[in-house]
């Protein structure tokens, strides 16, 4: 199919770190059912080197969310947190070759997916973040994201 | 295995339809509105055509209308009777709540215009009762248009009974029978319909060319203006390969419809069958009171589109009714209306048959079908949420 691009196809069709993890350090889900996309993501973390480790992904979506989802685990595993959080949608879109227009809101989702764990993992070993941490909350209507 | 299993989005032009549009490119290529002879060949091929859908339909040559496609025919009819509506100071329109866009865009567009739309509820079925229609017209209703099958779910509507309502009310009768077209019987005298479209290429007939049908005196309002062909009502040099070929496919579709009918049927059923088998998956629509082509159904857990590419890459056409798909944030305004909550019509199939479509074709699709589906479902948080209990399932 001409809608997406090959890199896109790809990672569709043979997902990277799909998957639970059941020792997950932090765990974030976004987007909502009734919209029709949720990525929920499970990150590994090395106290010591505040390093991911490992990263899973398990999404309901299109062909898009999967596929951004999927690179987007690709993109973080192995990464400190810190480079991990500077991930943006831009980003994934463009190591994915591109997107359909509107379907840049699943780069989001998958840029927000990331943060949502992050947040997750701060949450529960008491560390402090700042706002930029704050990520979707799963209503589209109120969401204010230009996507 | 190469499968077109979409055939409610559009069809192959019959071997029929093309031997009967080739020569209209070069040997037949005068214009119809011209004096001369090559001018009157066209016109007569175009005045063949035209006695073709009449007798089909039970109409007469002077009652059909050609057009682009069946969004034209329908954008038409409903502003033509609208408009008569109006000069009798009666400005109320019925219809339902799963009409193709081309009705439910035309519809509120005369919303805007200052006509009143009552939009009829979707019984769990699938299919609106004559009771309901009955009970929505009011001294002022103009039009009712209901779909004569529904392109989504595939269920056929009480054509014949509403037809009777509406002539018993004094209210104009409209049906977009774009999906029925070619596949069920259609008698527009009996079935008391006073306006109808459809469109060849869902009967193997080529894209582009539409058909309105309007009782004789009821008159058409222009959406097109310019020269005087269709009788004033349709300006522009009429598609002659188009509209031949539109006809030796209604023609084809017509005569062998019984047949194709009791071929199709049949393997519809074993679909059906064999995709309600997988769990937490439900038939939408009425299992018997459906287009003999038409499966519809939904699996929990799974978004469409990423269903449709795997199918794609296994070589199945197929439809779904995700949001995904439509490039909004809904899904399906059919299968809402048939009261299936988001996260259950995002994972929604349509599988539509024609009498090209073989039997080992739909085993193919049963075989890779279940095994996409639980690909998709390991994947997805929904369905283990569904699994462990944290989400209850709703089909």
Redesign the interface.
Known sequence: ?ALYSDKV?DH??N?RN???MDDADGIG?VGN????????MYIKVDPESQTITDVKF?????????ATSSMATELIKGKPISQALQLSNKAVVEALDGLPA??LHCSVLAEEAVKAAVKDYYDKNGIAYGPELQSCDGD?ESCGVEH | MNVYADNAATTAVSQAALDAMLPCFQDIAGNPSSLHSPGQRAAEKLEEAREIFARRLHASPREITFTSGGSEADNQALRSAAALGARKGKKHIVSTKFEHHAILHTLTALEREGYEVTLLDIPPDGVVTAQQVKDAIREDTCLVTVMFANNEIGTIQPIAEIGAVCREAGVLFHTDAVQAAGHLPIDVEEMKIDLLSLSAHKFHGPKGVGVLYVRRGIPLVNLIYGGAQERGKRAGTENIPGIVGAAAAFDEACANMEKNAAYLTPLRDKLIAGLTAIPHSILNGDAQRRLPGNVNACFE??????LL??L??KGIAASSG???TS?S?D?SHVLLALGR???VA?GSLRLSLSEYNKPEEIDYILEVLPGIVQYLRD??????ELEQGQRPHII
């Open positions: 199919m196809m569709f069709q997902p799909v998957g639970k889900e059912a009734r919209c029709g996309d949720i990525m929920r398990n999404t309901f979506g299109c062909g898009s969310a999967i509107y379907k589209c | 857990g799974i978004e469409g589109e990423s590419l795997l794609d890459a995700s949001a995904c490039g944030l899904p909550p988001h996260e995002h994947m997805s948080p929904v369905w283990d």
